[in-house]
């Protein structure tokens, strides 16, 4: 009866608290910094890069304005990408709080802005 109890209790109180996966500035830099997290961490972010250039590419296939408006014959590397992300993060005083997603698009939205 014990056992049910706690089980119950688990799974109702379990499931009414909030998950979130989005990581903060502060965790960004923090995990970088660590050997064993760093390449997860870069990995992470280049799928929240993919993820913002197909929320672009879609907004255009709908003749949407787009989220930014990177030149159609630049094709920017990894390491490009990052470097946009990081010259942003340096330029402008971000709060260790700020979402790492919110910087990525604000990032490219500052570098290709659509005009």
């Given at each position: 009866?014990?056992?049910?109890?706690?089980?119950?209790?688990?799974?109702?109180f379990g499931?009414?608290t909030?998950?979130?996966?989005e990581?903060?500035l502060?965790?960004y830099?923090?995990?970088l910094?660590?050997p064993?997290?760093?390449d997860?961490?870069?990995?992470y972010i280049?799928?929240v890069?993919?993820?913002?250039?197909?929320?672009?590419?879609?907004?255009r296939?709908?003749?949407?304005t787009?989220?930014?408006c990177?030149?159609?014959?630049?094709?920017?590397?990894?390491?490009?990408?990052?470097q946009?992300?990081?010259?942003?993060?340096?330029?402008?005083?971000?709060?260790?709080s700020?979402?790492?997603?919110?910087?990525?698009?604000?990032a490219?939205?500052?570098?290709?802005?659509?005009?």
């Amino acid at each position: 009866m014990t056992r049910t109890l706690v089980i119950i209790f688990a799974l109702v109180f379990g499931a009414s608290t909030p998950a979130c996966a989005e990581m903060t500035l502060q965790s960004y830099e923090h995990l970088l910094k660590n050997p064993q997290y760093a390449d997860q961490t870069q990995i992470y972010i280049i799928g929240v890069i993919e993820g913002l250039e197909w929320a672009n590419a879609a907004d255009r296939s709908e003749n949407r304005t787009p989220l930014f408006c990177e030149p159609e014959k630049l094709d920017l590397t990894t390491d490009e990408d990052f470097q946009v992300r990081n010259d942003f993060i340096k330029s402008t005083n971000l709060p260790p709080s700020t979402y790492v997603g919110l910087i990525a698009l604000k990032a490219f939205q500052q570098t290709f802005p659509c005009s």
